[in-house]
């Protein structure tokens, strides 16, 4: 299958919505609707190095497709990271971003015929809130979806209020989030305990993992544990 071509995006909104991470609205030139799956990424063309392999930072999705050309991304700074560090020192409303997509096969199943675990860690967070949203707008059959999302303070919780209020609105839709580092009104500590206790009886089920590899490699290990096979687990792995 030939490449997707790369495509010229404008950055016409930014805004910053917790500590180091910041969300990034593009528009594309070359088309009026950016139609894409939710749950897939674009791949970045960023000006830090001669070799092309090494200028290219891939993002999930954060938002869904509207029939819109244009998309959000989220970006946490990654100390030490050339690729975060050119985006959040350069880029401004009205810079260009040099992009490829959308990529990727971490969507959803069709039909949803079991639970969906949607399992997240920082701004793993992106392609869940794609998914979520657009089962919730296009009424979407589906199971009990449980998102799971880990931080470690208040702060960090990405798209809260949003993810609250869609709790309410989505049957079947329940939101998990938890805090490994702040004491407060909701759960504390890790992703892990909470999944596990939902499926303690096994559900039929898919579990979809995106993160940081430490919560994903652990998640599988704990998920394969349980008693699930390796065919329900599905992995979009962050650095």
């Known amino acids: ?18 500590p180091l991470t910041r969300r990034y609205w593009i528009e594309l030139q ?5 139609d894409f799956i939710p749950g897939q990424f674009v791949t970045l063309d960023l ?11 891939s993002y999930s999705i954060a938002s869904w497709p509207d029939g819109s050309n244009v998309f959000e991304l989220v970006i946490v700074l990654l100390e030490g990271g050339a690729g975060t560090t050119y985006i959040f020192n350069e880029i401004k409303e009205g810079s260009e971003f040099i992009l490829r997509g959308a990529l990727g096969v971490f969507t959803l199943p069709q039909p949803i015929e079991k639970d969906l675990f949607l399992i997240c860690t920082g701004t ?4 869940f809130r794609s998914m979520v949203n657009h089962i919730n707008l296009h009424n979407v059959p589906h199971q009990d979806i449980h998102l799971i999302f880990g931080c470690r303070e208040k702060c960090n919780l990405l798209y809260y209020e949003e993810m609250i209020e869609l709790e309410q609105k ?3 839709f329940h939101y998990y989030p938890t805090l490994s580092r702040h004491e407060w009104e909701g759960k504390t500590g890790y992703v892990h305990a909470i999944y596990e206790e ?10 979809f993992l995106c993160g940081w590899k430490n919560m994903i490699d652990e998640a599988k290990q704990r998920i394969l544990a349980m008693g699930y096979d390796r065919k329900a687990i599905h992995q979009e792995l962050y650095g």
């Open 30 to 34: 070359d088309t009026d609707n950016f």
């Open 124 to 127: 793993g967070i992106a392609p």
């Open 198 to 207: 939902l499926a303690q009886n096994i559900p039929p089920a898919q579990f």
């Open 1 to 18: 299958m030939a490449l997707l071509p790369w495509r010229k995006g404008i950055v016409t909104r930014i805004r910053e919505d917790a």
């Open 170 to 172: 989505l049957p079947h």
């Open 47 to 57: 000006p830090i190095h001669e070799k092309p392999a090494k200028r290219w930072r």
